[in-house]
């Protein structure tokens, strides 16, 4: 059993940050890529920001520059630092991790998400 659950998110005023936490726990032997995905009402769900067991990261165009994304490995953990914040940010944010369970399955799982509300 693994579980994702993601911390961080709340109300805050157009250019001001916010750092988003997913802590993953649970059966885990190793852990491959994680990511950030939002959701706005009536939108689909995208990719915000990823990054690879190595480190390499790499960001959707409307979040370069703004958004970072970052690891610690050893706490199974994966942030999102976002500062400058639109109100085009408005969002449910998901974490997403690929897990192994054991040394040959991968499995993908997600957080609950959490909501990301800025404000003029």
């Known amino acids: 059993q693994v579980q994702l659950v993601e911390s961080g998110g709340g109300l805050v005023q157009a250019g001001g940050s916010l750092r988003l936490s997913c802590a993953a726990s649970g059966s885990i032997f190793s852990i491959d890529a994680m990511g950030w995905y939002r959701q706005a009402p009536g939108k689909q769900r995208e990719l915000v920001a990823s990054?690879?067991?190595?480190?390499?990261?790499s960001y959707a165009d409307s979040v370069k520059g703004r958004f970072t994304i970052s690891r610690d490995n050893a706490k199974n953990t994966v942030y999102l630092q976002m500062s400058s914040l639109e109100l085009e940010d408005t969002a449910v944010y998901y974490c997403n991790a690929e897990i192994f369970v054991s040394r040959w399955t991968r499995n993908n799982y997600w957080g609950q998400g959490t909501q990301v509300t800025v404000s003029s």
């Open positions: 990054i690879t067991s190595g480190g390499s990261t």
